[in-house]
């Protein structure tokens, strides 16, 4: 395991902790050694994740869309930054660069951002893990939602198994390195 992505907010949340936890991750990541691979933003909690990592002389790599660039968000200080046409560019690239996949509370787009890569780890198109950083329990309902479409037979549980889901950051780390890919037919 060598770069991480990371799915999180260009805005800053309502409560502290989420900027804090943000700040944290990024210093772990510097701190592993692993590379921080996340949407090349400079606000929000995606910037803090990347100042933290990039101030604990960690490598940030930023994939950001042209538009996003255009209207002055894109992170001026990065690693690298790639800047593509599409937002489906971006996720294909950075699904590309990324030997695992966190989500950091955010919007919608934080949603779809760790949803795809969470189905494509379902359908076996890859093996990487697939995590939630559940601060301040900001994930509950999406937990207890999916819990749901499994009582409902739209998922089966072993896919849930799949999800790691952690509170803190060290425990994140820990779950990552210990993480054991598994697959199983959908249709069988």
């Known amino acids: 395991m060598k770069n991480i992505a990371v799915f999180c907010g ?43 990592c990039l101030q604990a002389n960690g490598r940030v790599i930023g994939v950001i869309p042209e538009k996003l660039r255009d209207v002055e968000i894109a992170h001026r200080h990065l690693t690298e930054l790639h800047v593509v046409k599409t937002m489906h560019e971006r996720k294909a690239l950075m699904s590309e660069l990324a030997d695992a996949f966190v989500a950091l509370p955010g919007g919608p787009g934080t949603l779809e951002e760790w949803f795809e890569v969470f189905t494509w780890s379902q359908l076996g198109y890859h093996a990487k893990p697939c995590c939630l950083l559940n601060v301040n329990h900001y994930y509950d309902p999406l937990i207890a939602m999916l819990d749901h479409i499994i009582q409902q037979g739209f998922m089966k549980s072993s896919y849930r198994d799949m999800i790691i889901v952690e509170s803190n950051v060290d425990d994140l780390m820990q779950s990552l390195y210990r993480y054991q890919p598994m697959h199983e037919v959908k249709w069988r």
């Open 10 to 52: 260009s805005s800053t949340g309502s409560d502290p902790v989420y900027m804090e936890m943000a700040g944290r991750l990024g210093r772990k990541l510097a701190e592993e050694n692993l590379t921080l691979v996340y949407g090349g933003a400079q606000v929000g909690c995606m910037g803090a994740v990347a100042d933290a």
